[in-house]
């Protein structure tokens, strides 16, 4: 039996998916997260086998829960579930562990296949995700936040959903003097002066969806 989490901030994604893989005989759904955070926490009773990670959530997000959770709890398997990704973002999520990524755009066989093949030990990467990095390796080419550290990435996507930098510094356990620090150093490297010009970049490379950041 696989043993699968839900981790997506969207009430109606999470139902749907859990609907579809209760169809599944070998496939059991173990709990629901709506934030990175509650995504550890249920990992930590749960101990599922897999967890279908939305990377934009609330509170940390998945890139960091996926780091926690690979952190404290390697056996634990992370297959990210995302509508867009930035080429280096998806190099950061697979350095933090990740066991490949899942388009949302897949139909229900291939998202029954890649937990099938995540659970057995494989990497699984959807196609048109799989082309467009095999295309940026080939071509030497680097994205504008892959000159982000991973820290400050972080903190880019937990900006770029609305979250304050007191929020984020009490949710990442950093001072609001550090967590500014941070975030002059990434306005910086990106070329941005404010967080309104942050997130119109985010929105231009695919970090984030104009619906989320809208309503959150």
Do not use: W
């Amino acid at each position: 039996m696989i043993n699968v989490l839900i981790a997506d901030d969207h009430h109606l994604v999470r139902t749907s998916i859990a609907y579809l893989l209760s169809q599944e005989c070998d496939i059991a759904i173990v709990g629901e997260a709506v934030d990175g955070e509650s995504a550890v926490a249920l990992c930590r009773q749960k101990r599922p086998d897999i967890v279908l990670m939305d990377i934009r959530m609330p509170g940390i997000g998945g890139l960091e829960a996926t780091r926690r959770i690979q952190r404290g709890m390697a056996d634990i398997k992370v297959l990210v579930l995302t509508a867009h990704i930035e080429d280096s973002v998806a190099r950061h999520i697979l350095d933090a562990g990740a066991a490949g990524f899942l388009s949302k755009g897949a139909d229900h066989q291939e998202m029954i296949d890649a937990l099938r093949h995540v659970f057995h030990g494989r990497r699984y990467v959807s196609k048109n995700i799989a082309q467009r990095l095999a295309l940026a390796n080939l071509s030497g080419q680097t994205g504008l936040f892959d000159q982000l550290s991973r820290r400050e990435l972080q903190i880019a996507l937990m900006i770029v959903n609305c979250q304050r930098v007191q929020e984020i510094s009490d949710r990442l356990h950093l001072s609001a003097k550090t967590v500014n620090t941070y975030r002059y150093r990434l306005f910086d490297k990106l070329k941005v002066k404010t967080d309104v010009e942050l997130t119109h970049l985010a929105l231009h490379h695919g970090l984030v969806d104009g619906f989320e950041t809208v309503n959150g």
